[in-house]
């Protein structure tokens, strides 16, 4: 039974709009969850994370929001760019983050120009 | 210059050998994963280490062995027990701390069985 879910296998924005990507989870243990970034054949690269004692957390042009009633997560990236073009996986984890990541499906985002 | 290494980059095997991928960090850290990922699919975890000389199975650690003699280092051998072992496989280290828990991954060696 999949714990994290990310229902959208992919998205396309036009370059300088806003990039919004879902997550949901099922586990109510989890209180710690990350987004990664990666490219083909390459390691995911962190990008952002939030504590379950949060709301939103801001990064630059990439925003997490976490809604914790709901067990549902996005990330926003305003604006867009071309460069932005990869796989986004959410992920999460439980006991303050001292157990080991579960990672949803991903997301391919495409950035048109 | 810090970081996690995988080597190597590309492997081929035949059929019903076993292989060691390798997997090397400098940056300290107290734990150590493999992952594995099929197309279409998230990143699965195989093993993971919190200390040395101890490691636990993960979702999907049949037919592969690790060990984790040296805080550095953590091998994986796909044994030929694994009946699909051709996929990329990544591993990744975390510093152990309460309240946060963001995973380093190395570049990935991607495994094919001829």
């Known amino acids: ?42 390691g995911p690269t962190f990008l952002i994370s939030i ?4 709301d939103k957390n801001e990064d630059g042009r990439f925003t997490v ?7 549902h997560l996005s990330l926003h990236i305003v604006p867009s760019q071309p ?7 959410c992920a999460a984890s439980a006991d303050s983050g001292n157990t080991p990541l579960v990672f949803g499906k991903g997301t391919r985002l495409s950035v048109i120009a | ?17 076993n292989v060691t991928l390798s997997c090397e960090q400098n940056l300290n850290h107290d ?6 990922q099929d197309p279409g699919q998230g990143l699965r975890l195989i093993y993971y280490s919190q200390i040395v000389n101890d490691f636990q199975k ?50 990935g060696t991607r495994l094919t069985v001829l």
């Open chain 1, 1 to 42: 039974d999949q714990q994290v879910k990310q229902n959208s296998p992919s998205l396309s924005v036009q370059e300088g709009r806003i990039s919004i990507l879902n997550c949901d989870y099922t586990n109510s243990m989890f209180d710690y969850f990350l987004w990664y970034k990666k490219y083909p054949a390459e």
């Open chain 1, 51 to 54: 504590s379950s004692i949060k």
């Open chain 1, 65 to 71: 929001f976490l809604n914790k009633s709901a067990k």
């Open chain 1, 83 to 89: 460069g932005d073009s990869a796989v986004y996986f």
């Open chain 2, 1 to 17: 210059d810090g970081g996690i290494t995988q080597s190597p980059k590309y492997l081929f095997r035949k059929e019903g050998q």
């Open chain 2, 31 to 36: 734990a150590m994963y493999w992952y594995r």
């Open chain 2, 58 to 107: 993960g979702d999907i650690a049949e037919g592969y062995s690790v060990s984790r003699e040296k805080k550095e280092s953590f091998p994986l051998t796909v044994t030929s027990a694994q009946k699909n072992p051709t996929a990329f496989y990544l591993c990744a280290s975390s510093i152990i701390r309460a309240g946060r828990n963001e995973q380093f991954f190395g570049p």
